[in-house]
T-cell receptor, first 112, second 116 residues
Framework: AQSVAQPEDQVNVAEGNPLTVKCTYS??????LFWYVQYPNRGLQFLLK??????LVKGSYGFEAEFNKSQTSFHLKKPSALVSDSALYFC??????????FGSGTRLQVQP | NAGVTQTPKFQVLKTGQSMTLQCAQD?????MSWYRQDPGMGLRLIHY???????DQGEVPNGYNVSRSTTEDFPLRLLSAAPSQTSVYFC???????????????FGQGTRLTVV
């Protein structure tokens, strides 16, 4: 079985400050981890993925995520938040030939 | 290159009616999936397919049928709509693996379904 937990329903941060959106996972075997973003009334857009290799993964729009195998985490980070980053963020995990399993989502609110 | 196309974008059904949500992709992706999105519950997997002629159940398959007769299309059928099926439905597709590595999924824009 595979599962993802996003412990925060909402994260509030001031524009220009660093942001972190948390994600932990549970799988049997090697995980493939993804972050997606959803803007209102839109589909999900891919941000970044961890497959193998460097634990720090860089993605679109200045976002990055750190894979931590011992803590089974894959937190999303950005050094300086923008108001336009306000959206719903989903962490997802996949193993082998299974489909993606998503977390419940975290709403990021960046205040001007 | 249209990506993943879902139709319709909006639909209202009466309880007991049946309908098919269409999903098509033009990227020659092996994997296709259907998810439903409900507030506070993220995206839950309904059915998925790893190739033409192959389908499997996800987390919440009851009340839904799928088939995959071609690589491009993966329709989702609601057999007898119920108010509990009111949701936003997303179709996704991906290559599955490239060079042994899993690839990201591409999503359609969603179908907002209301069952009254």
């Amino acid at each position: 079985a595979q599962s993802v937990a996003q412990p925060e329903d909402q994260v509030n941060v001031a524009e220009g400050n660093p942001l972190t959106v948390k994600c932990t996972y549970s799988v049997s075997g090697n995980p493939y981890l993804f972050w997606y973003v959803q803007y209102p009334n839109r589909g999900l857009q891919f941000l970044l993925k961890y497959i193998t290799g460097d634990n720090l993964v860089k993605g679109s729009y200045g976002f990055e995520a750190e894979f931590n195998k011992s803590q089974t985490s894959f937190h999303l980070k950005k050094p300086s938040a923008l108001v336009s980053d306000s959206a719903l963020y989903f962490c997802a995990v996949k193993t082998g030939r299974r489909a993606l399993t998503f977390g419940s989502g975290t709403r990021l609110q960046v205040q001007p | 290159n249209a990506g993943v196309t879902q139709t319709p974008k909006f639909q209202v059904l009466k309880t007991g009616q049946s309908m098919t949500l269409q999903c098509a992709q033009d990227m020659n992706h092996e994997y296709m999936s259907w998810y439903r999105q409900d507030p506070g519950m993220g995206l839950r997997l309904i059915h998925y397919s790893v190739g033409a002629g192959i389908t499997d159940q996800g987390e919440v398959p009851n009340g839904y049928n799928v088939s995959r007769s071609t690589t491009e299309d993966f329709p989702l059928r609601l057999l007898s709509a119920a108010p509990s099926q009111t949701s936003v439905y997303f179709c996704a597709s991906s290559y599955g693996t490239v060079g042994g590595r899993n690839t990201e999924a591409f999503f359609g824009q969603g179908t907002r379904l209301t069952v009254v």
